[in-house]
Structures are given as C-alpha cells and as structure tokens.
C-alpha cells in the first residue's frame, strides 16, 4: 500500500512539472535550497551569539557559498539529506565546518525544510484556488438573471440562477480557502534546534532560526516538532485537497449530466482542448476536458486520502510519511485539477433560451403552488402539497406543460383535494396560478436571505468579490513574509564573509 501511493504521487509529480509552481526569478526552493538557508542560519546566530568563533566565519561562508553555487550550475549536486550536504561542506573547506552541526540534526532540519517547502505548496495552491473560485464569481455576475433547472437526487428540483448555483459552489471553495489559511499557521512553525525529539545542551537560538527562515513561531514542543508534527501536517494538507478535489469533481458532474440529453442548455465551447470527435461517430463532440478533469480530481482525492493512509499506524520517528516530494506531488495535482477547471469556467455555452423551455416542460415550479397557498391564504403546507402533487399527477398523465395547464382543472382538483376545515374553491386567481408556475417570476420573488433573488445576489456578489480580494493579499503578504526573511539572512550571511 505505502510503496504504491508513493509511486503514483511520484508518477504525479512528474506528469505535473509544466504548472510552474515556484516560477519565479530565485532558486527553486527545494530541499537543497532550504539546507543552505538553514546553514547560512546556523552560521550566522552561532557566531553573532558568540557560540562559535568569530575568526569562523569567513570559511563557513566560503563553505556554504562554494557548495550552493555549485548546486546551482547545470547538473550540479543538489543533495536533499542532510548526510550528503555535509560532506559537499567538508570537501569544500574540511571538516572544522562541521562545528555548525552542533545543536542540530537532520531530523529537525529535515522538519523544518518540509514544513517550508510545503508553506511554499500551499500559497501555490491557494494562489490557484484563488483564481478559479474569482472566475466564478465573475461568471456568477454575468449569470445572475440566467434561469436554469437546478437538480437534487439527479432529478429535475426547482429553477434556479445559474449565477446563484455557481456563487454556491464558490462558497465551497472560499471554505477550502479558509482551511488552506488555518493550516498556514500550523505549518508556518520552525522545528530548528530540538534536534531529534527533546533538545540539546547547545543553546542555538531557536526564535532567532525562525525569523531568519521565515516562519511566524516554532513548534513549542521538542517531541512534537520532528516525531508528530511532520507527520500530520502532510495529512492535514492532505484533507484540503481531497475537499477541493470534491468540489471539481461534483461541478464537472453537474455539466456532464448535460451531455446525455439531446438537447442540452450547457456545453462546452467546441474544439481546442474542450471537446474531440468520435473516430466512429460523426455525430459526437466528446468533452475531453471535462473528461479529464474529472479523472484527475479522483486521482487527487486518492493522493489526498493517500496522505492519512501513509500516516496510519506507525510509530513515531518512522519517514513513511514525511517525505516532501510526494506532498508536493499531491498538491500540484490539486493545481492542475484547479486550473482545469478555470479552463471549463470559461468554456462554458449556456442556452438560457433551452434552459428555460426545459423548466417549462416540467414541473420543477410546483412546491410555489404550496408556497403561495401557505403564505397568502394559511393553508397548511401539507395540504397544499397535496393539491399541487394533485395538479402534476393530473398533468403528466394528459401529458400537459405547466404553463398550458388550464386553470377550470385546477379548480376542480382543489375542491376534491381540500375537504373538511378548508374552503373548497381555490383562493387563487388564474393569474397568481400562472405566475406561481413562471420559474422567472419564483426565482425573482424569493425571499429568503442567501437566495437568488437580485438584491441577495448583488450582495453576495460584493461579498465574494472582496473574499477573493482579501485572499489574494493574504497570499502576497505571507509571500512577502518569508522573501523578507530571507533577504534579512542573505545581508547577515554576506557580512560573514566580510569577516564582520
């Protein structure tokens, strides 16, 4: 089981290598590049506390200097393990480098990478999340007057906003936002200087290794830092993913059930990567993206469940669980079904001429017939129900649309319905019966907070415009947290070689 997870969440991180994840104009913040922050830390605390030599610090410089450099140029070593950097420090300048080790070991330092590597993952991944959850809020707003069939057990419910159903899937993914923003914090904690799990007698200067590497706090606890915490952070991001491969893929089924009608009100624009042609049939548009996408938000949710699996009894201080590429594997994957999706979003046709000619071939406008008897004239729901199940019964056996039903049948059916307590003639007008039946009309006199009728719409509308607002400055200010951080340590680590 393990091996297999880990094969397929390194098969992922390869198939995934074009999201461009880290694109930007720095080192690629790997394992190796997180060694070197966390010598350059080292050096620079051990020796300005007065731990180490000051006369030191020229070598350590050249040292950590030499082998990064090194690592940076086409096919140079890039060790991810602390036992295979060390050894590059030691060729490089001997062995008195070595004296940075102490109040270390590659158990906190290899902690304290994967927690930065995958503070890194998620801000890509709330970065993609991001964009996608702000596109349909913007096709919200220009759906928000769109009538359409919404569908509960697979079967036609009641009419809708198109704009109203897409701002609640965007409310799915402004949680997973949230989540993503609540594990942050969690994650955003430097494990440097518990050494393996209960500290060390060498005072390194724990708050002092965060700040330079770009974390908000340390993990408190020296047993959890290495032994527990590494081990459900991978899990925990793990959860997000598989909610946010959950909300693909339901999105992309509510389209696909579109294309095994004749007529459908929603497809995807044809040609590109949107649709392909059968080899045999002449007549089929094959919505390979939608296809697609929906096959590697299974695949995603298998790497986020995967995650826990890989966690699941074993004793502390075990690695099955902490090895950084395949979280990161299963957070690209996460990217690449978000960005997918972004994809579809925009490739969508909707007919809201068919849409509607659907609602009116049915009768997904009945339950407003109770409504309205409840709310205007006090007659129990129930009984009202009743009338209207009634009416749909009658309809489909004479097989009569809503809007053509004749209005001397529905007075008939209410007086043999409603009996006893109740008047028997219908309090209705022929009118009010009509307008109850027009899925425009029902969506545009509702009532409730949080539903589809325009002044709730506008205000959800700004509502979800500024959440996507705040998120994106929430990303680009943890961003800019660790790139000053970092700088921070670069100008103290070059005064090392200065000999200062």
Same mark, same amino acid.
């Given at each position: 089981?393990?091996?297999?997870?880990?094969?397929?969440?390194?098969?992922?991180?390869?198939s995934f290598t074009a999201l461009q994840v880290h694109a930007q104009t720095r080192p690629a913040r790997d394992e190796f590049f997180w060694l070197g922050e966390i010598n350059k830390a080292s050096a620079v605390i051990n020796i300005d506390e007065g731990l180490l030599d000051r006369s030191m610090g020229?070598?350590?410089?050249?040292?950590?200097?030499?082998?990064?450099?090194?690592?940076?140029?086409?096919?140079?070593?890039?060790?991810?393990?602390?036992?295979?950097?060390?050894?590059?420090?030691?060729?490089?300048?001997?062995?008195?480098?070595?004296?940075?080790?102490?109040?270390?070991?590659?158990?906190?330092?290899?902690?304290?990478?994967?927690?930065?590597?995958?503070?890194?993952?998620?801000?890509?991944?709330?970065?993609?999340?991001?964009?996608?959850?702000?596109?349909?809020?913007?096709?919200?707003?220009?759906?928000?007057?769109?009538?359409?069939? =919404?569908?509960?057990?697979?079967?036609?419910?009641?009419?809708?906003?198109?704009?109203?159903?897409? %701002? #609640? &899937?965007? @409310?799915? !993914?402004?949680?997973?936002?949230?989540?993503?923003?609540?594990?942050?914090?969690?994650?955003?904690?430097?494990?440097?200087?518990?050494?393996?799990?209960?500290?060390?007698?060498?005072?390194?200067?724990?708050?002092?290794?965060?700040?330079?590497?770009?974390?908000?706090?340390?993990?408190?606890?020296?047993?959890?830092?290495?032994?527990?915490?590494s081990v459900d952070e991978p899990v925990e991001a793990g959860a997000i993913v598989s909610a946010i491969a959950l909300h693909a893929g339901m999105f992309v089924e509510d389209v696909m059930a579109q294309y095994s009608q004749a007529r459908p009100w929603i497809l995807l624009r044809e040609g590109g990567?949107?649709?392909?042609?059968?080899?045999?049939?002449?007549?089929?548009? =094959?919505?390979?993206?939608?296809?697609?996408?929906?096959?590697?938000?299974?695949?995603?949710?298998? %790497? #986020? &469940?995967? @995650?826990? !699996?890989?966690?699941?009894?074993?004793?502390?201080?075990?690695?099955?669980?902490?090895?950084?590429?395949?979280?990161?594997?299963?957070?690209?994957?996460?990217?690449?079904?978000?960005?997918?999706?972004?994809?579809?979003?925009?490739?969508?046709?909707?007919?809201?001429?068919?849409?509607?000619?659907?609602?009116?071939?049915?009768?997904?406008?009945?339950?407003?017939?109770?409504?309205?008897?409840?709310?205007?004239?006090?007659?129990?729901?129930?009984?009202?129900?009743?009338?209207?199940?009634?009416?749909?019964?009658?309809?489909?056996?004479?097989?009569?649309?809503?809007?053509?039903?004749?209005?001397?049948?529905?007075?008939?059916?209410?007086?043999?319905?409603?009996?006893?307590?109740?008047?028997?003639?219908?309090?209705?007008?022929?009118?009010?019966?009509?307008?109850?039946?027009?899925?425009?009309?029902?969506?545009?006199?509702?009532?409730?907070?949080?539903?589809?009728?325009?002044?709730?719409?506008?205000?959800?509308?700004?509502?979800?415009?500024?959440?996507?607002?705040?998120?994106?400055?929430?990303?680009?200010?943890?961003?800019?947290?660790?790139?000053?951080?970092?700088?921070?340590?670069?100008?103290?680590?070059?005064?090392?070689?200065?000999?200062?």
């Amino acid at each position: 089981m393990k091996f297999s997870i880990c094969t397929l969440a390194a098969a992922l991180a390869l198939s995934f290598t074009a999201l461009q994840v880290h694109a930007q104009t720095r080192p690629a913040r790997d394992e190796f590049f997180w060694l070197g922050e966390i010598n350059k830390a080292s050096a620079v605390i051990n020796i300005d506390e007065g731990l180490l030599d000051r006369s030191m610090g020229p070598l350590v410089y050249s040292g950590i200097t030499k082998v990064l450099v090194d690592g940076g140029k086409p096919g140079g070593k890039r060790p991810t393990n602390v036992i295979t950097f060390e050894p590059l420090l030691i060729d490089a300048v001997g062995p008195q480098i070595t004296l940075l080790h102490a109040g270390r070991s590659s158990q906190d330092m290899l902690a304290t990478l994967r927690s930065a590597i995958l503070r890194d993952d998620m801000l890509a991944l709330a970065e993609q999340l991001n964009k996608t959850t702000g596109t349909l809020v913007k096709l919200a707003d220009k759906h928000k007057d769109t009538i359409v069939p =919404n569908y509960t057990n697979g079967v036609a419910a009641q009419p809708n906003s198109y704009g109203h159903y897409l %701002l #609640g &899937i965007a @409310a799915g !993914l402004d949680r997973d936002a949230q989540r993503i923003r609540e594990a942050y914090v969690r994650i955003d904690r430097s494990s440097m200087g518990t050494t393996v799990l209960n500290g060390t007698s060498w005072p390194l200067n724990r708050k002092r290794m965060a700040d330079y590497l770009g974390f908000a706090a340390t993990v408190d606890n020296a047993y959890d830092a290495s032994q527990v915490s590494s081990v459900d952070e991978p899990v925990e991001a793990g959860a997000i993913v598989s909610a946010i491969a959950l909300h693909a893929g339901m999105f992309v089924e509510d389209v696909m059930a579109q294309y095994s009608q004749a007529r459908p009100w929603i497809l995807l624009r044809e040609g590109g990567e949107n649709t392909y042609v059968s080899s045999a049939m002449p007549q089929k548009r =094959n919505p390979g993206l939608l296809n697609s996408t929906r096959r590697d938000a299974s695949t995603t949710l298998t %790497l #986020g &469940i995967g @995650a826990a !699996l890989l966690a699941h009894n074993i004793p502390a201080g075990m690695s099955d669980a902490k090895d950084a590429k395949p979280t990161s594997a299963m957070i690209r994957s996460a990217i690449g079904v978000l960005g997918n999706w972004d994809k579809i979003l925009g490739a969508l046709v909707v007919d809201p001429e068919r849409a509607l000619e659907e609602l009116n071939s049915d009768w997904t406008a009945s339950q407003e017939l109770a409504d309205v008897l409840m709310r205007r004239y006090k007659l129990p729901f129930r009984v009202g129900h009743h009338f209207a199940s009634e009416v749909v019964e009658y309809a489909k056996a004479k097989n009569i649309k809503p809007l053509d039903f004749p209005y001397v049948e529905a007075q008939r059916i209410y007086a043999e319905t409603v009996k006893g307590e109740f008047a028997t003639a219908l309090p209705m007008s022929e009118a009010e019966f009509r307008s109850s039946l027009d899925p425009a009309a029902i969506v545009k006199n509702r009532q409730t907070a949080g539903g589809p009728q325009l002044k709730e719409m506008d205000r959800m509308l700004r509502e979800s415009t500024k959440r996507v607002a705040e998120q994106e400055a929430w990303i680009n200010a943890r961003r800019a947290d660790v790139s000053i951080a970092l700088g921070r340590l670069d100008s103290a680590f070059e005064k090392l070689g200065a000999g200062r």
